[in-house]
């Protein structure tokens, strides 16, 4: 007969609030099994966990259940408790009588009812806990960063200054993300390129960091310390050691259909290229898609003029496979497309602009080479109205429900740096709320009213029709309840972010769970922000959700702080709630083998002596080292040979019979 | 007499509903709705599970023997299971006990496997509001009762 301890935590007044907390333990001294119960205040603190420890001595406790919050939040401190007093930390059982029953039912007796049955259940499943000892696996001293924005970026810089092996992977031909395309940063106006490049070219000469630009993650296996990737390098048709980047190439290319992508379309590039004159690394690439000796085998004329002989036509794509002890995610954002937007008139209109665009046009880099005109006919704009939350907060289906965060504070910019630069634009902002928490943020933004004189509306604008020259935008004062129509020359929009397209296909690949806007989640909304629910998996920057710069900044150097802990330990424990066969039952016939999805069953020959009879029998063999612990072959099993530690078939049926009593 | 203590049994009537939570998804959109402090009944219990796939049919049965009205299952969406495949197991093999259990005589009402994600807490209480719902129409549940255990 085991000898069982109970523990009911009050939560302060979080469970004992709605649940009997001295009735609960009352109850549970009453259980099979059960030889001590009590509850605390809390039972997570010193004292409390004080408590336990000193009942397990006294008590010569074999088990102990503790009721109180979910066990995701304190399963694994409890079990610390218990490991300190020398019980296995696997005899711990914890019961959620918070998340699960105070916290969603008022009636105090109902409540108390439920936790009690809870409580059972946890009790009828620790009588048949069996202490399990976690394996160690060892720890790959390399971390993988998908994405080369500044999220990435700052986390391969961190983690490579700590000193371990970084490689980056970046989609795009140069690394850089969105930051490089944008003028300005809030609340500082300094000069995004300025503050990027600096950091772009360190993680290009960081002798811990490899880059994979034009590359792609294709695969991905393993566990926690030991990862297997394979990343597609994708062919850029150019011999980057031959390249010196002297753009010869770029500048000749005859072909110039294709739209920049760095330059939001504003300007043509050629099918050979290099995305913008910062690129790292500098060395072209070319669109298959667009060139035309790819498409009619005619041309080839970078290649004769190259004189380093760097362009390669049949470069094929590489396959890289390498081993990360950890991973972080960095894959940043996207802006939505406006096509449900039609009364905007984006797409329609040359002068109807994203915000994206608009940097790019005031950007001294940029394609007008930092004169202020407009797009259509390249006159100096004297009217620009700005429109925020262009399908931000939009609960109508067309647009995303959340707010992206970052329009307020880039939309004031964009006004102030108008009015800055030409006192005689008019600048307009049509808004529903202004939200600029942040450090000087809200100062930034009243700066733009005050001292730059920048208009705020506070109302949406219901339509845009074209007139002659100009864009009459007619929206709705909220304030004052009149309608206002303004002949505007420009206008921009602020479109709302998205999280990239594929998010979900990688999401899949490294399984990590995405919300239901594909942004990636969190393990914990507070208290672990920058890890995936799968170990050794981090986040960072807007793949998690919108953020602005100086946030990116600061959890991708969390991401690699953790990351930096991850690859800092000698070994890794195992979680050895992994199956098992039982032999003797197992008829061999490798059902399970088939459905795991880590290939951590296989076939194994036994000998055994049958009446004195010695035969060999095929049985199912389990690799804990691979085995996750889902379970999934345990029901596929016809014999009920193959069990999972910690869950088995008798403690879960213990559980339910407790519950149903 | 008979008749009054039906009545008074019925008018009593409070379902138990046994429901089976995948550890990455649903047992954390359960934990979101208590975090939201969202309300659903007393009624419906947790039971933890690694996965969905962990749900052995056996389970269920078991619970509608011991006297649950309900039962559910809950795990990642498809394609989100945790263990990459695990949520399809289940899904097909409950497809078969749902037919099962019908056949035997259990309205499929009282059997429900659903997809809730870590950040579905509304759809949790939702989930759950709904089938106590549809069991409280159906009343308890006798056919496969043991009629030795007394709840
Ligand atoms: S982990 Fe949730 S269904 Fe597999």
């Known amino acids: 007969m085991q000898r069982i301890g109970v523990f009911v935590c009050w939560c ?29 205040q809390y039972m997570c603190s010193e004292v409390g966990q004080n408590m336990i420890k000193q009942a397990i001595a006294e008590h010569g406790l074999t088990r102990v259940v503790v009721a109180s919050c979910s066990p995701r939040m304190h399963e694994s401190t409890f079990r610390k408790t ?54 160690e696996s060892g720890v790959e001293k390399r971390a993988l960063v998908i994405g080369g924005g500044i999220a990435g970026l700052q986390t391969a810089l961190d983690i490579a200054d700590a000193g371990y092996a970084v490689d980056i992977v970046e989609k795009s031909p ?34 811990n960091i490899t880059l994979y630009t034009y590359s792609e993650v294709e695969s991905v296996s393993g566990f926690v ?16 050691k031959k390249c010196s980047g002297c753009g010869l190439c770029a500048e000749k290319c005859p072909s110039r259909k294709a739209k920049s992508e760095f330059d939001e379309g504003l300007r043509t590039r050629g099918a050979i290229y290099i995305p913008f004159p910062q690129a790292i690394p500098n060395v072209p690439v070319i669109d ?49 497309e406006l096509d449900k937007f039609g009364e905007y008139q984006y797409g329609q209109h040359p002068d109807v602009i994203t915000s994206l665009e608009f940097e790019r046009l005031t950007n001294a880099a940029g394609p007008t080479g930092g004169k202020f005109v407009r797009p259509s006919d390249h006159k100096k704009p004297k009217k620009v109205v700005f429109v925020q939350c262009v399908g931000s907060r939009d609960t109508s289906g067309r647009g995303k429900p959340y707010c992206s965060k970052i329009c307020c504070m880039y939309t004031a910019k964009h006004a102030m740096l108008i009015r800055d630069k030409y006192p005689d634009v008019e600048a307009s902002v049509f808004y529903i709320d202004v939200r600029t928490p942040g450090k000087n943020f809200d100062e930034f933004q009243r700066r733009a009213v005050e001292e ?56 899949r690949m490294l399984s990590i769970s995405t919300d239901t806007h594909d942004f990636f989640t969190e393990a914990h909304p507070k208290l672990r922000p920058v890890e995936s629910h799968t170990a050794g998996i981090f986040l960072a920057g807007a793949c998690q959700g919108p953020k602005d710069i100086p946030e990116t900044v600061s959890q991708a150097g969390a991401a690699a702080a953790k990351a930096i802990g991850l690859l800092s330990k000698k070994k ?55 085995c996750q612990g889902c379970g999934g072959c345990t029901v596929a099993c016809r014999a009920g040979a193959i069990d999972l530690k910690g869950f088995t078939n008798r403690q879960i049926m213990a559980e339910v019979d407790a519950i149903c009593f | 007499m008979l008749l009054e203590e039906k009545t008074s049994q019925e008018q009593a009537f409070e379902p138990l509903i046994v429901a089976f939570c995948c550890n990455w998804c649903s047992y954390a959109g359960a934990d979101l709705a208590g975090t939201s402090r969202l309300q659903y009944p007393a009624n419906v219990k947790i039971i933890k599970v690694p996965c969905s796939c962990r749900v052995n049919p056996n389970f269920v049965l078991r619970a509608f023997q011991k006297g649950a009205d309900g039962v559910v299952i809950a795990g990642c969406h498809p394609g989100d299971c945790h263990y990459s495949t695990g949520n399809y197991f289940t899904r097909r093999r409950f497809t078969l006990l749902m037919n099962m259990l019908d056949f035997i005589g259990i309205e499929k009402e009282r059997f429900t496997v659903d997809w809730i994600s870590a950040a579905e807490g509304s759809k949790f209480a939702a989930v759950m509001n709904g089938v106590l719902e549809k069991v409280h129409k159906l009343g308890p549940n006798r056919k496969m009762r043991d009629k030795r255990w007394k709840r």
């Open chain 1, 452 to 507: 730059y004189g920048v208009q705020y509306i506070k109302g949406m604008v219901g339509k845009i029709f074209p007139e002659q020259d100009k864009l009459m935008v007619h929206g709705v004062d909220a304030l004052s309840g009149e309608t206002v129509v303004i002949d505007a020359d420009l206008v921009v929009l602020a479109s709302a972010t998205k999280a990239k397209d594929d998010a979900e296909a990688l999401g």
């Open chain 1, 288 to 336: 298959r898609d667009e060139c035309t000796y790819f498409k009619t085998g005619k041309c080839g004329l970078c290649s004769k003029i190259c004189p380093a002989s760097a362009v390669s036509f049949e470069q094929a794509d590489e396959v890289i496979t390498q081993r990360y002890g950890a991973i972080v995610v960095a894959t940043g954002f996207d802006m939505i």
């Open chain 1, 225 to 240: 310390g030991n990862f297997e990737v394979a990343i597609r390098q994708k062919a850029r048709s150019v011999d980057a």
């Open chain 1, 82 to 135: 218990a490991a300190a007093a020398g019980l296995n930390p696997y005899l711990v059982e914890v019961a959620n009588i918070r998340e699960h029953c105070a916290w969603i039912h008022k009636d105090k007796a109902e409540g108390t009812k439920k936790a009690i049955a809870l409580t059972r259940a946890a009790v009828a499943k620790a009588t048949l806990n069996a202490p399990l000892v976690a394996g």
């Open chain 1, 174 to 207: 140069s690394i850089g993300g969105k930051m490089a395309q944008i003028d300005k940063t809030f609340p500082t106006l300094d000069c995004s390129a300025c503050i990027l490049t600096p950091k772009m070219v360190d993680a290009a000469t960081h002798e």
């Open chain 1, 12 to 40: 302060g007044s979080n469970i004992a609030g709605t649940v009997d907390v001295a009735q609960v333990a009352q109850s549970a001294a009453a259980m099979p099994g059960v030889v001590y119960a009590k509850d605390y």
């Open chain 1, 572 to 626: 890794l424990v195992t979680n050895p709630c992994v199956t098992t066969v039982n032999e003797a039952l197992c008829s061999g016939c490798l059902a399970c083998e088939k459905i795991c999805p880590y290939g951590a069953i296989a076939a194994k020959t036994i000998e055994l002596t049958n009446n004195g009879v010695k035969e060999t029998r095929v049985v199912a063999a389990v690799n804990e080292a691979l």
